[in-house]
């Protein structure tokens, strides 16, 4: 059985910083494209950045572009990591961890891809 388990959301204040994880199990990590996605009520699911099997390549939404996040994987440990830096009202949303073999399958959110739980992140004064 495929889980992916995200940690690391919580309340931070703006312009601060908060790093989230995303660990595999029961699955070739190594084999899939990975990506960070967020959600807030009543809006679509937004894809927030992903990364390639050996983080050759990366792609981030415009929404972050600018603003020091960097998404990461480390395969050894079957995981893979999103630090956020210069936090804004905005970014706040259960942020769900996904992959996927494909990368249109896992930008698309298909039916092959696997998600987390998700965690929450709230960014407020």
């Known amino acids: 059985q495929v889980r992916l388990d995200e940690s690391g959301g919580g309340l931070v204040l703006p312009g601060g910083s908060l790093t989230l994880s995303c660990t595999a199990s029961?699955?070739?990590?190594?084999?899939?494209?990975m990506g960070w996605f967020r959600q807030t009520p009543g809006k679509e699911r937004e894809v927030v950045a992903t990364?390639?099997?050996?983080?050759?390549?990366?792609?981030y939404a415009p929404s972050v572009k600018g603003r020091r996040w960097g998404i990461s994987r480390d395969n050894a440990q079957s995981t893979m990591y999103l630090e956020m830096n210069n936090l804004i009202p905005e970014d706040t949303a259960v942020y769900y961890c996904?992959?996927?073999?494909?990368?249109?399958?896992?930008?698309?959110?298909?039916?092959?891809?696997?998600w987390g739980q998700g965690t929450q992140v709230t960014v407020s004064s």
């Open positions: 996904a992959g996927d073999r494909e990368l249109a399958d896992l930008r698309s959110g298909a039916s092959t891809t696997y």
């Open positions: 029961g699955v070739r990590f190594g084999s899939l494209y």
């Open positions: 990364i390639s099997w050996g983080s050759g390549t990366t792609w």
